[in-house]
């Protein structure tokens, strides 16, 4: 299951990361993939002290956001990444992988995220396009808007044709490994948040009974 | 979790089943658990034709009731059978077979069934008790009740003191194995059926998925 | 995981089928789901011999395709049955029950088939769009195609605009309850099948295990 | 499964915490729980020294006390705390969450406890009623006793009618999360110890081998 | 885990056998395994009438042992099929597959058996020799004798240098599907027979409730 | 799944272990096994500062070996303990526990390690024996081999009749609890790294796909 959130990032904090994105050091995407062909793209110099702000910037507004937060009981969050796609640049057909190396402990990566930090008017091509057996799904975000979707799809960023793709790339550990699960457990508890005040009491304890033991069954 | 049916038998189906439980052959209950010295009580003769009409009597009861059915998740029903308990007899503390020998396959019993055939006040002692670790839950019901209780307990007969308890006993295999994942489903579908009515439909729609998707999921 | 078959039923099946859809007798959709008040189509009427033959002609169709079965894992077909949607008729979002009641047994719909019958440049609207949490997938297939989606999921047909949608539907029960492993296996498969010729020997013994294991491990 | 402890704290615990139960601070319950209506009772003050020492006497109890730990398989215990029931004080129908905030990670609650500080006879009422489907099952324990039973029901306090309720609650997270699982490997470690010195040799390790690899198998 | 059944055929079965193995057709293995460049041997022709009778003797002598139904939970038994290796015959690694196609339903191998049907003495090579990763292990059994094993392993049999290795294989469908739980209840069912006797009789009870709740808990 | 790594430690790794073997203070291995009367050898005494070298001799070999870390997907190491077997010294039958108390929190064995330290030539006897059921594995590995196995079996080391056994044993709890999803997850990977480089782009991408996501569902 996907889920868009329209406004993660406002006015301010785009300009801000449109900014870092200016000034800041980027380096060849392929530092964190070594043996991946197909990953044409730019990064931000982890070393650069922009990096940390961006990524503050990005990381609060992931883990304040109520949706975010509703659909993927997170646990950990990887700290975001800005990357750039310049015209020609690409990340080809991949699935992320299950774990990243990460203090203390490796993450494991059940969503992806990423947050679209430039208009869409401004550059062409650059979908990110997500294979659900034969067919794609292709999403390319208003600035300021985020994707969440499973991390266990293969998924691409089809070339640059014109301006430049800038994103904020992330992954989430959610409580809850198994996506089915996860995605029942978050389509009972919208219910339960949109209905349960008109049912009655008893009724209410009930379905409060079935989502808690629900969360407690599935999480990991 | 337990379900106590308040009148699955009415009065015409008791009626005929005093009669064949004061008419039919009855034999030592040791045939169907000869290595259980605890077990000490007479159970209809199957070789009666008296123990037929019994068995559909209590079968379809049991079959058509819509409690039983929304609780139990019936996937089949093991025979009905009669048994009778006089003064001094009882069957001691024990756990259910996991399955029982039955054509076409043997039939796994996750839930067992006690419907009561004689009124609680005409016999002394012979309730059914189900101990869940240190805590004994009492059962004596009324004539046409019947109590539906998970199969994987340890429970006893305590002894009659005077008069006689008729009951007729069963087993149901369920299309879900689990006993926490069978009451949360139903408890979920208590909970639509009582208030899908008054929900938003798209609400209604995806309080569905969630029904749907756990009954998939959790059946075997 | 969803997967589009391009070619399930050629010229000579597609030209009987719209016969039998001009000529049989069509009834309203809602005798099968009669509390649903968003289903508003045709539904080819299951006494008229006619049915019979169609079922034959997509049943016989999909259980020996190549593609249907390596993704399926099919363990039983519900009988294929045909609707219709002229002007102004749709379906309503919803999603698929978990069982459909079928002799001997229920059928568990864990995959949910369309055959498309008519060209679609002869119908406008009547897309099928299935919803992915936040994101619609829509799928509007050549005369001819199939498509295969998880009965997981919420979905509708749009309403058509003009012309008539002449589709079969059906269910499928999976060997493999689950879609992230049946997704997973298949994808499995399919490596193998474009890959193990090539490998030494011993690896292809190793990737045989892995496959039959997983086959094993994960058929209920 | 339910556990009864009858001495879980002896008679100079039992006055020091009768003593706090005087003199500390006590609110109104609802800060923890802001949103439940049907809770009505008193909770000692956090910010109240003597709340650290009435933690300190339960959770040490709770923590050394072999019962508790061959049942409960603890992974974590939540700071115990002093609630109060005076005339017409209740706690309704509710369930436990499934996760308390606290530091360094949220706790899941698998197990719910009450310890019992004032004797039954010293108040009317005020009995922790535990629902199991259609089947109640009542606790009122002596003073220094407490009870253990799966934080996956419903329950209930109902009102106190004369004198004062005084008990402390807390909640455990198990290593064994899935109470089935929990409460058959401690029936057969309860069959172990009690027999296991009077097996052959080989009988011990190959029982030995079940249970290891049972907690092994379950622990999550 | 693996169970050597020392004499599942006495003499006159094996001396029927020897006749069988030296009348009947035998025809290339091949045609049941056509892909399978590794696998060089004779199998009886299952056209012949004494397939028929060898078939019968072999599945009744394992169908009725008791170490084999303990240690399997024989669900179904696919018909043992008389195999012959002469001198640089073998059968080279590989993995049984996981389904066989079989009448009504699809057979899962869950189990596989060899029954041995010639004096080891009488042929040289043949072992049949099983991988448990880097570590091989090599059975040759006795005339009469059977070994069950894991139908997910690595296995191969080594060429036949001198004589002639006749066997009896077959594939057994467990009631329990993984091997790591069926050889937990094996063990367990196996401490009970021998230790059960001796038991306070409240021991047993909660023993026998552990042993058919992981035998309910376990089946597919 | 058994795995053995003939070159853990090399000449002068091992040089310093047998110098360690002679100098360190040994003492009853009962002293962390006190109720197990099968257990008669010696071990390091943790106390002495040589125990602390020879823990991360070993303990930096295991985890920096490329086959150990493939194959055992290590979590969390126990630390290696030299243990001395002279003649009539033994460790019979037994299987190791599920937990091992350990800071900061219990570790769970889910693979034994043996190291050799002594050439086997130098002893008698003292083979590692491993039950698979009625079929064992014999152990004796090379000075410096290392053989990992499930900590899920029987095992024993059997009486040393002349000379020394010296070796250093450990515990891995593995990201991975399940032996049968590890060795599948072990072995998939294996091929990939074999074959992946000679398979088409997409295929690769579509082999790592499932690599990631069994890594995923499986770790725990």
Chains 1, 2, 3, 4, 5, 6 share one sequence.
């Not at 990064?43 to 650069?48: C, F, G, S, W």
């Not at 209905?195 to 629900?214: D, F, H, I």
Request: aromatic share 8%; net charge neutral; charged share 20%.
């Amino acid at each position: 299951m996907f889920i868009e959130i329209e406004n993660l990032l406002g006015p301010p904090a785009l300009a801000r990361l449109a900014e870092i994105g200016a000034k800041a050091k980027f380096v060849d995407g392929r530092v964190s993939n070594p043996h991946n062909p197909t990953k044409k793209n730019l990064q931000i110099d982890t070393a650069d002290p922009l990096y940390q702000e961006s990524m503050q910037i990005v990381g609060n507004a992931l883990l304040t956001n109520e949706e975010v937060r509703n659909f993927a009981f997170i646990q950990r969050l990887a700290p975001p990444l800005m990357c750039k796609y310049t015209p020609a640049m690409t990340y080809g057909r991949h699935s992320d992988s299950a774990f990243l190396p990460m203090a203390p402990a490796p993450l494991r990566s059940d969503l992806s995220c990423t947050v679209f930090l430039a208009a869409p008017e401004t550059y062409e091509g650059g979908e990110l396009t997500i294979y659900l057996g034969s067919k794609p799904v292709t999403i390319k975000g208003n600035a300021g808007a985020a994707i969440l979707y499973p991390s266990t799809t293969i998924h691409e960023v089809v070339p640059v044709r014109k301006g430049e793709r800038l994103v904020s790339i992330t992954f989430i550990q959610s409580q809850i490994n198994d996506e089915r699960q996860r995605d029942l457990l978050y389509t009972l508890n919208e219910v339960a948040a949109l209905e349960g005040n008109t049912m009655a009491w008893e009724n209410r304890v009930r379905l409060e009974l079935v989502r808690q033991s629900l969360h407690r069954m599935w999480s990991t």
